[in-house]
């Protein structure tokens, strides 16, 4: 079994910033790409930002040049560094992770976090 925990959401004013972090935990041979997701009232889930493996990045255009994706492949743990925050980035933010199980399965798995709420105020 593979968890992902998140943790660094709250609550922030407009052009403030916060920091997520996500950590896989369980029977892990290796993790491919890294993601977060957020999902705003009323709205479908959006890709924001994703890593792979090798530590290419690629971001949605509206938090280009505001938003950074890391991760650190040794603690198994993907970072979203958000800064001059906007009230149209309020939403549950998941962390998400393909993962390749260890022994004996060896299965690739999607994995999903319970997620965080950011909620920016103007």
């Known amino acids: 079994q593979v968890q992902l925990v998140e943790s660094g959401g709250g609550l922030v004013q407009a052009g403030g910033s916060l920091r997520l972090s996500c950590a896989a935990s369980?029977?892990?041979?290796?993790?491919?790409?890294m993601g977060w997701y957020r999902q705003a009232p009323g709205k479908q889930r959006e890709l924001v930002a994703s890593?792979?493996?090798?530590?290419?990045?690629s971001y949605a255009d509206s938090v280009k040049g505001r938003f950074t994706i890391s991760r650190d492949n040794a603690k198994n743990t993907v970072y979203l560094q958000m800064n001059s925050l906007k009230p149209e980035d309020t939403a549950v933010y998941y962390c998400?992770?393909?993962?390749?199980?260890?022994?004996?399965?060896?299965?690739?798995?999607?994995?999903w976090g319970q997620g965080t709420l950011v909620t920016v105020s103007s």
């Open positions: 890593v792979t493996s090798g530590g290419s990045t």
């Open positions: 998400n992770a393909g993962v390749v199980a260890g022994f004996p399965d060896h299965r690739y798995l999607e994995v």
């Open positions: 369980g029977n892990i041979f290796s993790i491919n790409a």
